[in-house]
């Protein structure tokens, strides 16, 4: 079992700048891989980054790509979302999630776990 805490959403005009992290319970985290996905009111949930356990594979929606930087320390078993240049767009519930079994990583299906998500606004 995994507990996945995320934290770092807020307030933030656009062209501004957050980090979000998620916190990982467990002593496998190394062995998950990571990924944020984000929910905007009145859509359906998109996939937005991921990482492999082991911190070799990044993966970004062509949404974020040069804006979004995915990264993890699994000595503290946290990932982390370093979120710049932010667009109204932007703005949505963003959930981290873990999947141990592999699978394609933009499918919200093949995550085992997620955490409780974290509000990020961005005002134009």
């Known amino acids: 079992q995994v507990q996945l805490v995320e934290s770092g959403g807020g307030l933030v005009q656009a062209g501004g700048s957050l980090r979000l992290s998620c916190a990982a319970s467990?002593?496998?985290?190394?062995?998950?891989?990571m990924a944020w996905f984000r929910q905007a009111p009145g859509k359906e949930r998109e996939f937005v980054a991921a990482?492999?356990?082991?911190?070799?594979?990044?993966y970004y929606a062509d949404s974020v790509k040069g804006r979004f930087t995915i990264s993890r320390d699994n000595a503290q078993n946290t990932v982390y979302l370093q979120m710049n240049n932010l667009k109204p767009e932007d703005m949505a519930v963003y959930s981290c999630?873990?999947?141990?079994?592999?699978?394609?990583?933009?499918?919200?299906?093949?995550?085992?776990?997620w955490g409780q998500g974290t509000q990020v606004t961005v005002s134009s």
């Open positions: 990482i492999s356990g082991n911190g070799g594979n990044l």
């Open positions: 467990g002593r496998t985290f190394s062995s998950y891989r």
């Open positions: 999630a873990a999947n141990q079994w592999g699978g394609t990583y933009y499918y919200a299906r093949n995550y085992n776990y």
